[in-house]
């Protein structure tokens, strides 16, 4: 797997003179944050591996029935919105993965990801019946979602790193219940901390902070 | 900005049927409280003024308490949220 490491003094930029050195596209990509300062940030940007991390078009996927139903069912609702899409199924994935890739799907994933997550209730709804109960379909539009738990997750490791070293708990920015979701389980494996949630939605936030502290 | 108190409350409504949906894990939230965040939302006078707002805040209050699944109150309060930008973008 070819990585370059990129710096620029936001993550974006960081990020983009990664891309430029690689000649890739973000959906390509993971994004691994090594350092965040004020004035400069540090990135390690890897070029996915196509065999193991690709998405594949549901034709390769003629095995997982359902995918397939619900992939046509998503690309059908996407081609009456009039957005020019294409929509695979994420190899490996449990529960069933949608990405949606094309051009300028920026809209499609809207403020802070609400219009990605109101196209996946709506496709949730839409497939509903071909689904076991308790199933769901996760949809991703440019790997927004798989970028925003690595992002998230990224920041529980260095709110830990920081709470072994001073002992304090630190609360972080309000987030979504998937992006919380990641967090608990990135960490849910330290036995130096622990993570809890306080407030309400949509601040509803995550606390990291010792264990010892947690068991007292 | 009238509209913005509105909108605050139906994303209100939505992150706590979505915290359903996406089961964080760090909290019970039952339909009783989804019931109340929709109320909430429909004690507002704005969402009077923007058409089919209240239709389908309405529509999301009986979704909750027929026990439809949470993906399809969601996708109701979601048009909800639509039809008061649209409305505001109209007037």
């Given at each position: 797997m070819r990585s370059v490491e990129g710096r620029g003094r936001t993550l974006d930029e960081a990020v983009d003179a990664a891309?430029?050195?690689?000649?890739?596209?973000?959906?390509?990509?993971?994004?691994?944050v090594l350092r965040e300062g004020t004035?400069?940030?540090?990135?390690?940007?890897?070029?996915?591996?196509?065999?193991?991390?690709s998405s594949v078009s549901a034709p390769a996927q003629g095995a997982n029935g359902k995918a397939e139903t619900v992939r046509t069912l998503l690309?059908?609702?996407?081609?009456?919105?009039?957005?020019?899409?294409?929509?695979?199924?994420?190899?490996?994935?449990?529960?069933i993965t949608l990405d949606v890739s094309g051009r300028d799907l920026g809209a499609l994933i809207g403020w802070r990801g609400e219009t990605l997550r109101a196209l996946q209730s709506v496709t949730n709804v839409m497939v509903g019946k071909h689904?076991?109960?308790?199933?769901?379909?996760?949809?991703?539009?440019?790997?927004?979602?798989?970028?925003?738990?690595?992002?998230?997750?990224?920041?529980?490791?260095?709110a830990a790193r920081q709470v072994k070293m001073t002992g304090d708990a630190i609360t972080?920015?309000?987030?979504?219940?998937?992006?919380?979701?990641a967090i608990h389980l990135a960490l849910e494996g330290d036995p130096d901390v622990t993570s809890s949630s306080i407030g309400e939605e949509p601040d509803r936030r995550v606390v990291v902070?010792?264990?010892?502290?947690?068991?007292? | 900005m009238q509209g913005r108190s509105a909108a605050e409350r139906i994303r209100k409504a939505i992150a706590v049927v979505n915290a359903v949906v996406d089961g964080a894990g760090d909290e019970e939230i039952t339909p009783t409280e989804i019931a109340e965040a929709i109320r909430d939302c429909l004690e507002l006078p704005e969402t009077a003024n923007v058409p089919n707002v209240r239709k389908f805040l309405g529509e999301?209050?009986?979704?909750?308490?027929?026990?439809?699944?949470?993906?399809?109150?969601?996708?109701?309060?979601?048009?909800?949220?639509?039809?008061?930008?649209e409305g505001h973008l109209l007037n």
């Open positions: 891309l430029i050195e690689l000649g890739e596209t973000r959906r390509n990509v993971d994004v691994k004035d400069e940030t540090l990135v390690e940007v890897t070029v996915i591996d196509p065999a193991a991390a690309e059908g609702l996407l081609k009456h919105m009039g957005v020019r899409a294409q929509v695979m199924v994420r190899t490996g994935s449990d529960p689904l076991e109960e308790g199933e769901r379909v996760i949809v991703d539009v440019e790997r927004y979602r798989q970028r925003r738990e690595h992002t998230v997750r990224e920041i529980a490791l260095r972080l920015d309000a987030m979504q219940a998937f992006e919380r979701r902070g010792p264990r010892k502290a947690a068991a007292e | 999301a209050l009986d979704a909750t308490s027929d026990g439809m699944p949470a993906d399809f109150v969601a996708m109701t309060l979601y048009a909800a949220l639509g039809a008061l930008q």
